[in-house]
């Protein structure tokens, strides 16, 4: 009867929404004539459907379109004028810094300016290959690390420590219920005299 009953049901759904054949609905009458509760059931769906129904909302054509034009684009979808100036401001300043050396070259060759100069581009390749050789190592380190904590006796030292853990948490709830319910009688009683 349970899978009769909900084929039942599926009608109903299927008739609020106004999908049903006419055979599909004779039958449906019958089973209402039979089924008192799901006559009530009937009822309730169909006054369900009425009230969602006066309350939609009507949406205006073009407002998905309208609303999705109205909003800033990501910083993702930026315009291509936006990172003009600053390329252009970044040429113009590394275009500068070589015209200033070469004229300095020329005037001093050898000076003082120059060495500082070539001494400066020197720690900044050396800066450059000792970070990114930091930045390597301290990846490496941490696949070692993971490779070391994710190693078979680890997860199962883990396992056996959330085991354990599980088993306390279990120990403590039921010395709770068994206390509670050891105090709960004394506490019906009310205080003696």
């Not at 109903?12 to 055979?23: F, K, P, T, Y």
């Not at 407002?63 to 291509?80: D, G, I, K, Y």
């Not at 060495?115 to 000792?130: K, Q, T, W």
């Amino acid at each position: 009867m349970g899978t009769e009953r909900d084929d039942l049901r599926q009608l109903l759904d299927r008739e609020v929404d106004g999908a049903l054949d006419a055979g599909e609905r004779a039958l449906l009458e019958q089973a209402l004539r039979r089924h008192p509760d799901l006559a009530l059931e009937r009822r309730r769906l169909q006054r369900l459907h009425g009230i969602l129904q006066a309350e939609r909302v009507a949406v205006r054509p073009g407002f998905t379109e309208a609303v999705l034009a109205s909003l800033p684009p990501a910083p993702w979808q930026a315009r291509r004028r936006a990172w003009a100036f600053p390329a252009a401001a970044m040429v113009a300043l590394a275009a500068l810094a070589w015209l200033l050396v070469g004229l300095e070259a020329e005037r001093f060759a050898g000076g003082p300016l120059l060495g500082s100069l070539a001494a400066l581009a020197d720690f900044a390749v050396a800066a450059a290959l000792s970070g990114a050789g930091l930045l390597a190592a301290s990846w490496r380190g941490v696949g070692m690390a993971l490779g070391e904590a994710l190693s078979l006796p680890q997860q199962a030292l883990f396992a056996a420590g959330v085991l354990a853990l599980d088993l306390l948490l279990v120990v403590l709830l039921r010395r709770g219920r068994r206390t509670g319910a050891a105090e709960a009688p004394e506490v019906a009683r009310g205080p003696r005299s």
